[in-house]
């Protein structure tokens, strides 16, 4: 079985270092290796997701901690993955988009923030 050119275990095969199938670690259970878009985490949530703050990952690696989008209005494709989403857009702080159609919604680097108790 080939590896893939730019994975890390080709890499280190390629070094020289060989790693058999008891050294690599499993992945845990329900983990998935790619991420969730948008729709396919409001469809988890009550209420599809309405009213609950959306983050992507991306924006918390580049130090946007305040930006996020608030979903008021979504529509969910058949297979629950797919959809169109509306909402505000808060960026740094400040309210940048009143009502506006959630951008990159199929990107799997979507997260939600829980509402504060």
Known sequence: MAL???SAT???RRLGWRLSSQEIPPRPQG???RGRNLFE???LLPKGGLG???VRKSWLRNGY???HWTVERIRF???GRHGDAWGTFTFKGEVKKAMGRVRGAQKRDWRYVPAAQ
């Open 41 to 43: 985490l409001a469809a």
């Open 31 to 33: 983990l998935s290796k």
């Open 65 to 67: 901690d305040d930006s």
């Open 77 to 79: 494709e058949p297979d």
């Open 4 to 6: 893939a050119r730019g």
């Open 10 to 12: 080709g890499l280190l």
């Open 52 to 54: 609950v703050r959306f």
